[in-house]
């Protein structure tokens, strides 16, 4: 979904956008002269004053504004979504092709805590990584390292609390204590 264009968006977004109350006439206007006098190309002065006329309904001028987009292009498109941005900035955040965006591009926590979960993995990458936490410590408390073998280790250990949380910290000092009396 992230390589959505803005006409993808655009079809997505109708709906939403010709929704009852979602626009008022005065943000829409302000859409259209925007389109019209920066941007000329995208829509012409007759073009204008057709999506402007106050006989139309709102709603009507506003869907044959956004066919009218589609059909012209890429950059029209995106040029509308700029346009409203600057003059209807709330509700264009609340887009629901942004939404989809957002959800799409989103590697924060919070987001799977919504599902149920924290990660898109899945449990069984959880518990693969729980077992390999579970059999290194296993083996460090049956087997514990040989003192003369790696000298140097219980140094790298020792410093380690200083990056790690404190909580784990005083349990790495605990098991440490008893060696590093005699470096």
Same mark, same amino acid.
């Given at each position: ?60 001028? @506003?869907? $044959? ?7 012209? #292009? ?9 346009? %409203? =941005? ?31 979960? @924290?990660? $898109? ?7 693969? #990584? ?9 083996? %460090? =408390? ?42």
């Amino acid at each position: 979904m992230t390589d959505q264009t803005y006409c993808d968006r655009l079809v997505q977004d109708t709906p939403f956008l010709t929704g009852h109350g979602r626009l008022s006439e005065q943000q829409v206007d302000k859409i259209i002269l925007q389109l019209n006098r920066y941007y000329p190309q995208i829509l012409t002065n007759k073009e204008a004053e057709k999506f402007r006329n106050p006989k139309a309904s709102l709603r009507v001028r @506003l869907c $044959d504004l956004l066919s009218h987009l589609q059909r012209s #292009g890429e950059r029209d498109c995106q040029e509308f979504y700029r346009a %409203l =941005y600057i003059h209807a900035q709330p509700l264009h955040s609340c887009l629901p092709s942004r939404h989809a965006l957002q959800n799409s591009d989103c590697t924060q926590l919070d987001s799977g805590s919504q599902s149920g979960e @924290l990660s $898109d993995r899945g449990p069984m990458s959880f518990l693969a #990584g729980l077992g390999l936490a579970v059999g290194l410590a296993l083996l %460090l =408390y049956c087997y514990p390292p040989d003192p003369k073998g790696l000298p140097g280790t219980r140094r790298v250990l020792g410093f380690s609390p200083v990056i790690i949380d404190r909580h784990v910290s005083r349990y790495l000092l605990a098991f440490l204590a008893d060696d590093l009396g005699g470096l």
